[in-house]
């Protein structure tokens, strides 16, 4: 599960492969050619694309022989929101997704998918930028699960959520001035959303959630690990389930 891709000729040709590459690194003020048709691959498949000086790619080189250009690809393939709502529907179940926002630490990423696959989550959805890709790291840490749990990359996380909940779906938004979870309906079509903890969820994307939700806490810190707080929050949905279909 190669991570990076360097040169010219096959960074081009990831693309033009169709190979999912999360980031392109360039040059800064280069302007030849096969740099700009590289820059212009980026730009067709949204691809986020950083120009950085000589001394920063050959600090990222494994090669040394970049040739100017070094290429992030995903260790595994991405999936649509239409593939983990189908997945939702073929399991007969309400939607469950997890929305990551502003997590940038694959650790936090992997355990997060861990986590999703055994509490029943139908997928993760993480945005283009402010986000770490699927590499080596997150799949390790993960466990296994990024095998079965799909995770899908989006350009907007706004506006994919605009569009889920026209699917009937509601977002929570993790926040500690949120409602206790023990006091908040979360057993219909869920999308949990969950910020980083230093930042938390970023102010747009927020607003864009249709309630806040909080973890009681009882120590001298206010704040847990980000993909803590997606488990906590996970297994307050799945006892909710449990104990709605309890009474059908």
Known sequence: MSEWIEG???????????RTVDRVYLLEGCQDGPLHTIAREARKKDTIVTYVPRERLDQLSKTKAHQGVLAQV?????ASVEDILERAKEKGEPPFLILLDNVEDPHNLGAVIRTANLAGAHGVIIPKRRSVGLTATVAKTSAGAINYTPVAKVTNLVRTMEELKKEGIWFACADMGGQSMYQTDLS?????????????????????CDFTVSIPMRGDIDSLNASVAAGVLSYEIVRQRLTENKKK
């Open 74 to 78: 995903a260790a595994y393939d991405y």
């Open 188 to 208: 219909g079509p869920i999308g949990l959303v969950i910020g980083n903890e230093g930042e938390g969820v970023s102010r747009l994307v927020r607003e864009a």
């Open 8 to 18: 010219r000729n096959a960074v081009l040709e990831a693309f033009r492969s169709g």
